[in-house]
């Protein structure tokens, strides 16, 4: 066995380390119901919240009267926004730079708002008292449509706004508008389009869906008022910054702040923004002396907490005659509900939408998002995304499919033609991103090969002879993770930045915490993966903790594919500095000077000496009684990781679809996930990882909307209506890999759990859109159920049988 | 997602049951899957004071056939239907139904009484107990009643049982030999309610010719809706690609669906056609070769 081999056996096979698909260490709780999530959670004396919810879209409050409720046996408080106002917490300030209605003060603007929270001894009684609360509404008239608020005599949805010309992001040009924010060189731009050989427009809606997570939004709120401390259990994938915000809004010391997020059961961004019902469970708590658990049932969860997208964009691409991108225009009416709960980095309203010049090399681009409110539930967060980064990737994939349609040319020839070429990295995108490597025609050509493209294409031609439909749908897109830097991403003025603190014990076990917070991420298992590479000790003796802002550093949290571009950067230059201290130690050991060690996976070696040798586990233990001399004792490390980039993931897809011209269906055939996420960690996470996006990148393409009817109601609330498939329903999924590491992350890794949604919804789209291609059909709305399906096809004739 | 709260009665003998309707009256409900009933107390669509639990009466989950008749207990599970050596070997279309309603869970505890009694025009047995020409009992203060299937339900929701009585046995003739059926059911996922279903069961007699046919369909009006123009159409002929596309169109001018998030009313009615052609092609096949 030659050196290099040895190597990677040892750290593979021995040590687990980085590209072992070891199992994951979460699972053997998670699948025996071994999990502890919020709900698990039972302190003595607890109390139980439920909340009094808005059943119109819009409407005057006139009246609550609580007094019926409060005289039910077992119910303890009532809150209303009159009870909030001598604390100041009737309004709370949202990630986005706007502020939202704790409880509602005076005027509801979204079905479901909170208005009341009732407190009692158990669920039960708490469900009869919320029936008994009487709230005396002046219905006001809705709006739901985000082109229609902005009309003149469009109602006023934020009176509380009233005046206020200037948002957070600039200025305000109507009572419903929130901001504008423009990005590129509109006039270069513009010039290319009066001179393009050929131009394309096109307008797309990515419909509000809600990221859906099994378990619900939830927290448990204990205020120990002999100590003065509060304790918070909550379904959060940022504790840190929840404490520091609990912490301002309450004025209790954040030494005092205890902010625990124990397992979550799935987050996809609905878990990131502060909502009313954990901050009246607080306060709750605060009054009452006891412990107060606030839970949502799931139709509160689809209905009030965080949805995604509601971008309605319009896409033009100005291109030459060989179909090479000359120039890209977006503009976006970006609906946020009633209230701006955008979770973005502060300086970013639209998140990095700017990325919408996808994997192509376009030397010109221009693209404006104007968010606007409307009488609908807020937020707007990245499900299982980086921030808008699907809605930009889908804009782009979308875009230029129509344009080789219209230049008659094959979709995977024009996306070749356009591609930044590999030796273009590090390359500036026109809209200002530096995109750290990348080697796309590589990732497409291996997919087309693996999937005999040239002969689907044939088999399409035959088919559509037939009057079948096929569709082959691609999707060659690029996310942009990982944030921050410090100096472009912050979160309420906090730099986003990661962390890692590790501990080696003197037996060679380590314990290493977090500032992230897996979801289902598997960081228990690869975290320890990076750190075991890095330091040579097994990773199944490293233990990995999270989510309690007591113990763990402080960190930025997990979302935006962040949690390996950050925390995985900072384990392994925490695991680096452990590796000094080691290296001095295994000299002092062996009398020889620290120059003389060469590293070996797993211990330090007098060079060309293998049996004058000391292992990780003999200088754990010389850490703790055998150090050189005014070495301090113990072997550990903290490393705060403020990355230097983001860093650029990217894949190639594609999907083969049929559709029955008879009622509809769309059978997706064949699925191809080619993902590049740089170096991989654990290739057997990762693939689950591709599993779970290409899932609700399926669900969200086939069936997830949330849709509201003219009064402000939110239709079908529920999994019976709402869109969630089962194994049943879901494709097969084929997974392949390139890697092109990261040239500035000390490992080389990217991230990767949102590639395959990114990717995913905009290859389900095209595949679609593809079946009808040949009919002039150049964009369908999603979702494509079976009846829109079916509408086009019967409008387009082709559901006739013959003779 | 918390019912108001009820009183909760196990009967362990039917005539037990109907002790506990007749003392608590309009106030009482019978619970036997809970698959239906659950879900509407527990978003206090529903509040009954008490539940009448059926699901442990043993002799209403008998499953047996007898002088021509299958008979089905009402609180037999769907699981139980979709095991059933007996339903398989004569008359599979009760089993090709039970296994696209819900899921397993769902399957394990909802139950044929519920589904047919709930009168939700959603239920997928209600169609196919008209194909099947099927009847039910039902017994109450005033003793027992047999109704048949076909005029079962008055609107939605509606049945023809009175407050007090209990549905307590499923009778479907047992089809005779050359019997084909099918129940085809357009919906977007597992656990789904029917965009629109078909059910068909039909008998050949001498030539090939239909001897009996019953079609009828779900969720596409208020109620499940027989198809007797399309049955006197295709009865006592040869079943031809023709006659089955004119059935379709029956089919589909036949509906009364509502727009919902399925579709508008316009594609149900479509897809009741297209479930139709499917379901008598698939029928006439099976019964070809039975």
């Not at chain 1, 590129?184 to 050989?197: H, L, Y």
């Not at chain 1, 064949?670 to 990882?689: H, K, S, W």
């Not at chain 1, 709305?781 to 829109?788: A, E, Q, V």
């Not at chain 2, 059926?54 to 008998?62: C, D, F, G, N, P």
Request: glycine content about 10%; some cysteine; hydrophobic content about 40%.
């Amino acid at each position: 066995m030659d050196a290099a081999s040895a190597a990677e056996t040892l750290n593979k096979d021995h040590l687990m380390g980085i590209g072992n698909a070891r199992k994951r260490k979460e699972d053997p709780r998670f699948i025996q119901g071994k999990g502890r999530y919020i709900d698990d959670i039972k302190l003595p004396d607890m109390l139980f919240a439920k909340m009094v919810r808005s059943p119109h879209g819009h409407a005057r409050i006139k009246s609550i009267n609580t007094q019926k409720a409060l005289g039910l046996p077992g119910v303890h408080a009532v809150l209303t926004a009159n009870d909030l106002k001598p604390l100041k917490l009737h309004w709370m300030p949202t990630l986005a730079g706007d502020v939202q209605a704790v409880l509602a003060d005076e005027k509801v603007c979204f079905m479901g708002q909170e208005v009341a929270m009732v407190v009692a001894d158990d669920r039960y009684i708490a469900a009869d008292a919320a029936d008994l609360v009487e709230v005396e509404y002046e219905e006001l008239p809705v709006i739901v449509d985000p082109h229609k608020a902005l009309l003149p005599d469009a109602p006023v949805i934020r009176e509380d706004l009233a005046g206020k010309s200037e948002g957070a992001h600039g200025k305000r040009t109507h009572h419903n508008h929130i901001f504008t924010w423009e990005v590129g060189d509109r006039e270069a731009a513009d010039r290319v389009f009066g001179q393009a050989a050929v131009t394309v427009k096109e307008t797309m809606t990515y419909q509000r869906v809600h990221p859906s997570p099994l378990e619900t939004c939830g927290c448990v709120a204990s205020f120990d008022k002999v100590k003065g401390e509060l304790t918070v259990y909550l379904t959060s994938q940022a504790p840190h910054v929840v404490r520091t915000v609990v912490a301002m809004l309450s004025g209790i010391p954040e030494s005092s702040v205890h902010v625990i997020s124990p397992d979550i059961g799935g987050g996809f961004g609905n878990k990131v923004g502060v909502y009313p019902g954990y901050v009246v469970a607080i306060v709750a708590s605060i009054v009452l002396g006891r412990p107060v658990k606030w839970v949502e049932e799931r139709i509160e969860n689809l209905s009030t907490t965080a949805f995604a997208r509601d971008y309605h964009m319009t896409g033009e691409l100005a291109a030459d005659r060989n179909g090479r991108i000359k120039a890209l225009r977006v503009h976006v009416l970006a609906d946020h509900g009633a209230f701006d709960a955008c979770a973005d980095p502060s300086k970013w309203p639209a998140g990095f939408f700017s990325i919408c010049t996808g994997s192509y090399d376009i030397p010109a681009a221009y693209a404006r998002v104007d968010g606007i409110y409307t009488n609908k539930a807020p937020g707007g967060v990245a499900y299982r995304c980086s921030f808008r980064v699907t809605e930009a990737s889908y804009v782009i994939e979308r875009m230029v499919d129509v344009l080789a349609q219209k230049l008659d040319l094959d979709k995977a020839e024009v996306r070749l033609r356009n591609f930044i070429r590999p030796e273009q990295f590090p390359y500036r995108s026109s809209l200002g991103w530096e995109y750290d490597s990348g080697n796309y025609p590589a990732a497409l050509q291996k997919v087309l090969t693996a999937v005999d493209y040239s002969g689907l294409r044939r088999e399409q031609a035959e088919k559509r002879a037939r009057g079948e439909l096929m569709g082959i749908g691609l999707s060659t897109f690029t996310e942009v993770v990982g944030a921050g830097p410090r100096k472009t991403c912050d979160i309420l003025g906090i730099a986003m930045f990661d962390s890692c603190e590790i501990r080696i014990h003197p037996t060679g076990a380590a314990i290493a915490r977090f500032g992230t917070k897996s979801q289902g991420q598997a960081h228990e298992t690869t975290y320890a993966q990076i750190l075991a590479t890095e330091i040579g000790i097994p990773s199944d003796v490293i233990q990995i903790e999270e989510g309690d802002t007591d113990t763990a550093p402080y960190g930025l949290g997990t979302y935006g594919s962040r949690s390996t571009p950050t925390g995985g950067a900072a384990a392994a230059l925490a695991g680096r500095k452990i590796r000094e201290k080691a290296r001095k130690i295994a000299a002092h050991l062996l009398e020889v000077s620290a120059e003389d060690l060469e590293w070996q996976g797993d211990r330090f070696q007098v060079k060309g000496v293998p049996d004058q040798a000391k292992t990780m586990k003999e200088i754990a233990w010389a850490a703790y009684n055998n150090l050189p001399e005014g070495m301090e004792p113990g072997l550990e490390a903290v490393e705060y990781y403020d990355p230097p980039n983001l860093t650029f993931p990217f894949g190639a897809y594609l999907c083969v679809v049929d559709i029955d011209r008879h009622t509809g269906e769309p059978k997706v055939r064949r699925f191809y996930a080619l993902d590049d996420c740089g170096t991989r960690i654990n290739p057997m996470v990762i693939e689950g990882q591709i599993h779970g996006g290409l899932a609700e990148a399926f669900a969200v393409a086939m069936g997830q909307e949330l849709v509201y009817d003219d009064s402000g109601t939110l239709q079908g609330a529920s999994f019976m209506d709402y869109f969630v498939p089962t194994a049943v329903e879901t494709p097969y999924w084929e997974t392949d890999y390139t890697v092109t590491p990261s040239p500035h992350h000390p490992i080389g890794a990217k991230g990767v759990a949102e590639s395959p949604h990114v990717g995913g919804v905009s290859a389900f789209s095209n595949a679609v859109i593809d079946a009808f291609a040949h009919l002039g059909v150049t964009h369908l709305s999603m979702p494509y159920t079976p009846w829109r399906l079916w509408q086009k096809i019967h409008d387009l004739g082709l559901d006739k049988r013959s003779g | 997602m918390i019912p108001a709260s009820f009183e909760y009665h196990r009967a362990r003998t039917i005539d037990e049951a109907l002790e506990l309707l007749a003392k608590y009256g309009e106030d009482a409900k019978i619970l036997a899957g809970g698959q239906s009933l659950l879900p509407m107390m527990k978003l206090r669509l529903a509040s009954p004071g008490h539940l009448v639990d059926i699901s442990e009466v043993a002799q209403l989950k008998e499953l047996r056939e007898a002088d021509g008749l299958i008979r089905i207990g009402a609180a037999a599970t769907e699981t139980a239907l979709l095991h059933s050596a007996l339903l398989r070997g004569k008359c599979p279309l009760i089993g090709e139904a039970a296994a696209q309603i819900g899921d397993p869970q769902i399957r394990n505890r909802g139950t044929l009484g519920g589904n047919l009694a709930h009168g939700d025009p959603g239920n997928d047995h209600p169609s196919v107990m008209i194909a099947l020409g099927a009847s039910v009992i039902a017994r109450g203060p005033a003793g027992e009643r047999r109704l048949p299937m076909d005029g079962f339900y008055r609107g939605l929701y509606d049945t023809q049982l009175e407050p007090l009585e209990l549905l307590t046995e499923i009778q479907v003739p047992t089809p005779p030999a050359r019997s084909g059926a099918a129940y085809l059911k357009l919906k977007r996922k597992i656990g789904d309610f029917a965009t629109a279903a078909s059910a068909v069961q039909l008998s050949l007699g001498e030539g090939d010719t239909c001897a009996r046919i019953g079609i009828a369909l779900t969720n596409v009006a208020p109620m499940p809706l027989r198809l007797s123009g399309a049955e006197a159409l295709l009865a006592g002929k040869r079943i031809t690609a023709e006659l089955i596309e004119q059935a379709a169109q029956i089919a589909t001018g036949a509906c009364d669906a509502a727009d919902d998030f399925h579709g508008p009313s316009e594609y149900r009615a479509q897809m009741a056609g297209e479930m139709t052609r499917r379901a008598l092609a698939g029928a006439l096949e099976r019964a070809r070769r039975d």
